[in-house]
């Protein structure tokens, strides 16, 4: 027998079980046998046997294609041979109108379009058991819809139905269920299905509790990431003050200013970029009030120490200089003739102005007057070039 892949089923919406007039249930299919104009069908209603590629399902005023629908049919679920879900209506005027006649009971039914896709023939009462199906639309109707008409077969997306033999096992508990449903209600039945139901219905009450449990704890993690990051970035914004207040320090004594510039810089919250530029300013006025001699290099306090008069006079003691044993020695004089704009001789070697302000050490003293000899050390201490000779020898070393 040759069966049509389209179909429609007519199904009643629950309107005294809505949560709000804005989702109102509805039974969307179940699997009990039902008379087809081409004959007796069931549905197998599991996961595996209907494809929901088209949920939320459009709801349509009629079913005529090309319409624009008027509301939808979401949140599928299959539960004890039922397909069902939540209808929410639009709102345009035209939707809005449908809603309040579902709601009055103007308009009681709606009639489900779907595609058989695969199924088979039962042999003992050529029941056609249709095993995958696609629900596709659903329409809003008085009377169920004459199916003869061939409504939605353009559909290109829908599959051909394939009906094939029927499967040498045993009759399935789905078969089994929909055999049973078929038969008149029997009390003990009922009784059952409603057991069943409420069994469902605090299955689905515990699931929606453990749902908000997980939630809370999900919460409760978030927020705790945020109070460690809020944490760190405490910590980490005073290690960076600290290391602020440090480097003020630090740049106080290597340009030996007191400590009132050091609490100003620090209190004042400035960065080490704008206290080095105050730094420059009060270098800049020093040097105004206190001008420095062009021999003054701003040697360290470590090179002033390291420089030797010791090296440096055995460099100049030979009859051709050597200074392989002074090379920082002879460094320094070089700069500082450049910068006094005189030329090195031979005999002679310029001291920075550094140098001369420590006191001359003992030794130093010991070994010069060792030496027997008189010799001119240069310092210049002005721009005018002055030049102050010292006498280093057996008369003047004290």
Request: hydrophobic share 40%.
């Amino acid at each position: 027998m040759d069966r049509a892949n389209t179909q429609v089923r007519t199904l009643v919406f629950e309107i005294e079980g809505r949560a709000s007039d804005d989702a109102i249930p509805v039974v969307v299919s179940t699997d009990v046998v039902a008379q087809m104009p081409d004959g007796p069908e069931i549905l197998v209603h599991t996961a595996d046997a209907i494809d929901l590629k088209r949920a939320p399902l459009p709801i349509i005023a009629t079913h005529r294609s090309g319409q624009l629908n008027v509301g939808l049919v979401d949140n599928l679920t299959i539960n004890n041979g039922q397909l069902r879900g939540i209808a929410r209506f639009g709102s345009r005027a035209e939707a809005a109108e449908y809603k309040a006649d579902v709601l009055n009971r103007t308009i009681r039914s709606v009639s489900v379009g779907y595609a058989r896709i695969k199924g088979y023939f039962r042999r003992s009462d050529e029941v056609l058991v249709v095993t995958r199906w696609m629900p596709t639309h659903a329409a809003l109707v008085a009377e169920p819809v004459d199916i003869h008409a061939g409504f939605f077969r353009s559909l290109e997306s829908v599959p051909a139905f394939e009906v094939g033999a029927e499967p040498l096992v045993a009759v399935t508990e789905v078969e089994s269920a929909s055999r049973a449903a078929a038969l008149p209600p029997q009390p003990a039945a009922t009784a059952a299905r409603k057991e069943q139901q409420m069994e469902n219905e605090a299955k689905a009450a515990a699931e929606a509790a453990e749902a908000a449990k997980k939630e809370r704890e999900k919460d409760e993690q978030e927020r705790a990431v945020r109070e460690a990051r809020a944490k760190n970035d405490a910590k980490s914004a005073g290690e960076l003050e600290g290391s602020r207040v440090r480097a003020i320090e630090n740049l106080c004594k290597m340009n030996r200013l007191d400590d009132r510039y050091r609490n100003m810089w620090v209190n004042q919250g400035l960065s080490l970029e704008e206290v080095s530029e105050d730094i420059l300013k009060i270098l800049e006025e020093r040097g105004k009030s206190n001008p420095q001699p062009a021999s003054r290099l701003g040697l360290t306090a470590q090179e002033t120490q390291r420089f030797s008069l010791q090296r440096a006079i055995a460099a100049i003691s030979t009859p051709t200089p050597d200074w392989k044993d002074a090379g920082f020695e002879l460094e320094c004089s070089r700069s500082v003739a450049k910068r006094v704009g005189k030329t090195m001789e031979p005999t002679k070697f310029f001291v920075p102005f550094e140098v001369m302000e420590r006191p001359l050490d003992q030794q130093v003293r010991q070994y010069l007057e060792a030496l027997g000899a008189r010799l001119e050390l240069v310092a210049v201490f002005d721009e005018e070039d002055q030049r102050v000779p010292i006498n280093l020898g057996k008369d003047a070393a004290s």
